[in-house]
């Protein structure tokens, strides 16, 4: 039976390269998984994005020491490929969302849509298509921006993201009410608008 780091080498090619989504104070890197001998090259990264937090939606791939060394904290949410999350592991990932980004000021008090977080926490899945792209969309639906909103922002960074069903429990998801920002539900999801548009004419142009 072949170890795990195999499997995942012919599905590699898919989504070698990192998708960083930043919207306001929130920031996250999507990535496939690591494996023990590519993990140097994505620490180097992570340390350039200022990665606090990694998220490993799928199961074990690399151990997890060489990133604690740095610094970086691992959390294990781990549900199967194509399915998506049960309530208590989105809970338990926006509990990492609202320990990392909550206390880092209003975007209200905020002039630039395009300013840099300190933090970005990065969350891999296999190919990084699924799983991960899915926890990521659920942060900026709580946060505020619009469900499909939220599906075509990422997929403008990732292409091939998300399967139908997890678009369907995308759309279906009922955002948690959150005040952390100081700011309206309303105010925010405008800013959101914003950026989505914002982006979405860039990628047009």
């Known amino acids: 039976m072949a170890h795990s780091s195999e499997r995942i080498s012919p599905r590699s090619y898919l989504s070698r ?75 338990n990932f926006l509990s990492i969302v609202s320990d990392r980004f909550d206390n880092l000021g209003s975007p209200s008090s905020q002039s630039s849509d395009d300013m840099s977080p ?33 599906v075509e922002y990422i997929r403008s960074f990732r292409r091939g993201a998300f399967n139908n069903r997890q678009i369907q429990f995308i759309d279906e998801y009922k955002r948690q009410k959150k005040s952390s920002f100081g700011i309206s539900g309303a105010s925010l999801r405008q800013s959101f608008s914003r950026i989505f548009k914002k982006k979405m004419e860039l990628a047009a142009s």
């Open 17 to 91: 390269s990192f998708s960083y989504i930043k919207c306001k104070n929130l920031a996250f890197l999507i990535c496939d998984a690591p494996t023990s001998s590519t993990l140097p090259r994505f620490i180097k990264e992570f340390e350039r994005l200022h990665v606090t937090d990694i998220v490993r939606a799928c199961e074990p791939t690399y151990s997890a020491e060489a990133l604690q060394d740095v610094g970086i904290r691992v959390h294990d949410l781990s549900f199967p490929d194509g399915s998506v999350p049960n309530p208590q592991l989105i809970e």
């Open 118 to 150: 300190t933090s970005t926490i990065a969350v891999h899945c296999i190919a990084g298509l699924g799983r991960a792209p899915l926890l990521v969309a659920i942060a900026l639906i709580t946060y505020g921006m619009l469900p499909l909103d939220a």
